[in-house]
Structure formats: C-alpha cells, structure tokens
C-alpha cells in the first residue's frame, strides 16, 4: 500500500459547496483507498491505495464527488516524497509568519508564464518563485484579497490548487508518522 496526500478544491464542510466530514469519509472508502484521515476541512485527505496511477486515482475521487455530491472538485495527488520536496523547497523558510507562505500546485509546468502580469499584480508586500510545477508565494497581507493569488491561474496558464505551509507541514506529518517520507515511482 502507497500512502497518498489529495488536496481537493471547490469541496468545503460549510459555504458554498458543503460536504460533510462524515460523507466524504465514506466516499473515499467506497473507493477501496484505506486509513483515510481528513485535515482541517474537507479539502486534505491522506489515504492508502494499491494503486500507483495519480490520474486514475484523482479521476476517481473526482467522479466519485461529482455523482454523490454535484460538485466538480480539481484534485490534485502527491505522494509523501513529492510533498516533503515541495516543502523543503520553499524559497522562504526565513519568514517568521509561515501561514502567510503558500504553495501553489501546478497541474502541469507552465508553458508561456506571463511574468509581466505577475509583476504587475502583485502587491509591494508580497514575493513570488516558480519552481518547475510549484508556485510559491509569500503574501504577508494574505490571499483572500491578492490579485496575484486570485490571477494565477490566468497568469501560468494551468490549473493550480494552494495551500499555506503549517497545512502542508501538517499533512506531511499525517502522511509518514513524523518519518522522513521514501521515495516512491509515480505512474501519471
């Protein structure tokens, strides 16, 4: 069994889209993955599964919320050693606020990233670094009100789903039981 990290976007316990705790929990084991365990909200799941295709599996997850719950969630899957790279690979260890770093996620590596725009939205606070399919962020002021945070998407051409550092460093945590995370081959 491979341990696995889905963090979901657009599923919430409350707002907008609500899915209960408990029904996603029951969700995720219909679908044969087992020892899920769920992480502030609905939206960071880390579960165990035979299967080693990440687009099978986010597929899956997907379709499965689609048809049970009318939601049309992006999932995105990382396995612990992609997770710990991310996080040790964050270019602002040195701030002492980490909840105002984050880590975006990238479906794909960006091809024509408009670094203009980028510049142009973010605000005099805030610092930026790309890393192949990584997106990282510092907004001291926060990201609900960023125009680069909301824009980023647009500005890298791809789909990407953020989440802040504690978040991260509390699902890697969740995913290897304080054990440095293996490396592991992944069939996408």
């Known amino acids: 069994m491979q ?6 976007r657009s599923v919430h316990i409350g707002g907008k889209t609500p899915l ?3 029904d996603l929990q029951r969700d995720m084991g219909s679908l044969d993955f087992e020892n899920i365990r769920i992480l502030h909200q609905s939206g960071n799941i880390v579960f165990e599964s035979s299967t080693r295709s990440i687009s099978s599996m986010a597929q899956k997850i997907a379709r499965r919320l689609e048809a049970r719950h009318v939601l049309k969630p992006y999932v995105h ?4 050693a992609s ?5 040790a690979g964050n270019p602002f260890k040195t701030v002492t606020a980490a ?3 984050h880590c975006f996620f990238l479906s794909q590596l960006p091809q024509e990233p408009n670094l203009r725009a980028i510049e142009v939205a973010k605000s005099p606070t805030e610092e930026f670094s790309i890393a192949e399919r990584l997106f990282y962020l510092h907004a001291p002021e926060g990201i609900v009100s960023s125009k680069l945070a909301s824009n980023i998407e647009k500005f890298l051409g ?7 550092m504690p978040s991260l460093e509390s699902l ?4 290897t039981g ?9 069939d996408d």
Not at 3 to 8: D, E, G, K, N, P
Not at 158 to 164: K, L, P
Not at 172 to 175: I, N, R
């Open 83 to 87: 997770l710990e790279s991310a996080i």
């Open 172 to 175: 890697l945590k969740m995913s």
């Open 158 to 164: 791809v789909t990407a789903i953020c989440r802040d």
């Open 99 to 101: 909840e105002t770093v």
């Open 3 to 8: 341990t696995w990290i889905a963090l979901l």
């Open 178 to 186: 304080n054990r440095p995370a293996a490396s592991s081959r992944l």
């Open 20 to 22: 209960p705790f408990a």
């Open 77 to 80: 899957l990382l396995s612990p």
